[in-house]
């Protein structure tokens, strides 16, 4: 699909929310260390623990605001509100107020509104883009995306912890002219239809409907399966932004990278692991199409078996040394197992799922992240009191276990012939 064939739509929200995944991750990456640092390794996973599961409650219903108030109103609204939270976020780490339990608050409040903005924008897209073109289109936004993951983290790495205040009053700028760009220029794409079939349901039908799908998780054992392994593997790769951000500014003090002449380049913790992971976003943004099509190649089961592998590789290496090379390598390992799967799992869901149930099996196959982002913080406290080498070790054992059980998952398939 060409540029000029875009929706006006899709054109703005490009840009707009461009310019905001930068600035969110200028800041997010880093607020695990903040809330370390704070309140200790312990309150800091059942802070974020609790921080996640606000978020789960409001996707919950984000896809029915949608539908109910129509894609732009939602966009809006959330906009307007991740505005407000970066006022209280501002506010929180002023010159005159520095509150970590405010930060908290506010932090939980932009994963909140988040929530409810994402299911709109996706919504939107599937209404103004045609089926076959869906695909081409979401993959540019996923470059965007990554493209931000890639700069937002190297500039984080240097303003958060010296300009914080001003950057979060930026926040409030940026989220702000969002905001009123959306409401000015968006065109509402949701149908009367829609509207009117969900005036209908309230608020906790909707919920307990969506709860209520999930009970094909229990009746459908292939599936519960796909979601165990998926949960234990998203234990690695959940740590991203957790377990790595944490170890590696402890670990990192002022190492020098390489020297050049009289020019060296010496990076502290936090910068180290702004350089991290803006790696992960390069290596996603360069080469998610060429692994992809070299994954097609091969039968799902090695690939998933694989990727799980090379997870268990790149996080236990990860925490076996203090070099900031040997951490480099193991990202690239640890990107390598992400771009793996990137590609195969929705279609593998669909093709394992009945024709008249898929929308329930996408729906409940979102669980893998959910649930695994809920886990992921125990790392943190397990870290406490195990050390950093053993949690490592643990989580490079759940990607183990993962692999056996996508192991005896397709094995299962193959005697039923559910798989070509």
């Not at 190649?297 to 236990?316: D, M, P, T, W």
């Not at 397990?382 to 643990?394: D, I, R």
């Amino acid at each position: 699909m060409k540029w000029k064939d875009w929706d006006r739509n899709l054109k703005i929200r490009l840009f707009g929310e461009g310019t905001m995944n930068i600035l969110f991750w200028s800041f997010f990456p880093f607020m695990t260390i903040f809330f370390e640092r704070s309140f200790g390794k312990d309150y800091a996973g059942l802070l974020l623990v609790l921080s996640q599961f606000f978020s789960v409650l409001a996707s919950l219903i984000g896809g029915y605001c949608a539908d109910r108030f129509g894609r732009k109103k939602m966009m809006v609204f959330a906009a307007l509100g991740e505005s407000a939270s970066f006022i209280i976020f501002a506010l929180a780490n002023s010159p005159w107020i520095d509150s970590p339990i405010l930060t908290f608050v506010a932090f939980s409040l932009l994963g909140v509104f988040g929530a409810l903005y994402w299911p709109a924008s996706h919504a939107m897209v599937a209404d103004v883009v045609s089926e076959k073109h869906r695909a081409d289109v979401f993959a540019v936004f996923y470059t965007s995306l990554n493209i931000a993951v890639v700069i937002g983290p190297l500039i984080g790495s240097v303003i958060f912890y010296t300009y914080r205040f001003e950057m979060l009053l930026s926040g409030v700028a940026i989220t702000a002219v969002l905001a009123w760009v959306l409401w000015y220029f968006l065109d509402e794409t949701t149908t009367i239809k829609e509207r009117v079939q969900e005036k209908g349901k309230g608020l906790l039908q909707v919920v307990w409907g969506e709860l209520r799908d999930y009970r094909i998780i229990a009746q459908d054992r292939n599936f519960l399966l796909f979601i165990i392994a998926g949960i234990l593997v998203a234990q690695t790769f959940m740590q991203l932004d957790l377990l790595i951000a944490v170890y590696t500014s402890e670990t990192i003090n002022n190492q020098t990278l390489f020297t050049f002449g009289d020019w060296d380049l010496t990076l502290s913790g936090e910068r180290a692991f702004g350089l991290i992971l803006a790696e992960n976003g390069l290596l996603v943004a360069l080469f998610t199409v060429i692994v992809t099509k070299w994954m097609n190649r091969f039968k799902e089961k090695k690939v998933f078996i694989y990727s799980c592998l090379f997870y268990a590789v790149g996080i236990s290496l990860y925490g076996l040394t203090n070099s900031l090379w040997i951490f480099i390598l193991a990202m690239a390992i640890f990107t390598f197992a992400e771009l793996m799967v990137v590609g195969i799992q929705e279609s593998f869901i669909a093709k394992i799922a009945p024709e008249d149930m898929r929308g329930q099996y996408f729906s409940a196959g979102s669980l893998r992240f959910t649930l695994g982002r809920l886990l992921a913080p125990f790392s943190l406290i397990l870290s406490n009191y195990a050390g950093y080498m053993l949690t490592f070790m643990v989580l490079g054992g759940l990607a183990l276990v993962s692999a056996f059980v996508y192991s005896f998952l397709f094995n299962r398939l193959e005697e039923k012939k559910v798989l070509a």
